[in-house]
């Protein structure tokens, strides 16, 4: 099994940037994909970005792309979410998730292809 720690959040103005981190630890050896979501309040949990553990592919979702960055770092097990220009709008608990399943044609932005979630991390954007 794999345990995922989120960190790096925080509160930030609007137009500045944040850098979270995902740690995993256990069986990451056979992880497909990481992704990161993220839950404002009271709203349903939504897709951010997914990156593939074994290639270069990475995916975003349209309210964030041209501003946030997913990028991995395999040897220390490590995904990172780099948030630019961030925005009221982007304040949220944000998830970390892996995926041990493979989706043939998918980019897992769906809740229901990721295997494993962290606790969350705060974001806080002020005006």
């Known amino acids: 099994q794999v345990q995922l720690v989120e960190s790096g959040g925080g509160l930030v103005q609007a137009g500045g940037s944040l850098r979270l981190s995902c740690a995993a630890s256990?069986?990451?050896?056979?992880?497909?994909?990481m992704g990161w979501f993220r839950q404002a309040p009271g709203k349903e949990r939504e897709f951010v970005a997914a990156?593939?553990?074994?290639?270069?592919?990475?995916y975003y979702a349209d309210s964030v792309k041209g501003r946030f960055t997913i990028s991995r770092d395999n040897a220390k097990n490590t995904v990172y979410l780099l948030m630019n220009s961030l925005k009221p709008e982007d304040t949220a608990v944000y998830y970390c998730?892996?995926?041990?399943?493979?989706?043939?044609?998918?980019?897992?932005?769906?809740?229901?292809?990721?295997?494993?979630w962290g606790q969350g991390t705060q974001v806080t954007v002020s005006s």
């Open positions: 998730a892996a995926s041990y399943t493979y989706y043939s044609g998918r980019y897992y932005s769906r809740e229901s292809e990721y295997d494993y």
């Open positions: 256990g069986r990451t050896f056979s992880v497909r994909a």
């Open positions: 990156i593939s553990w074994s290639g270069d592919y990475t």
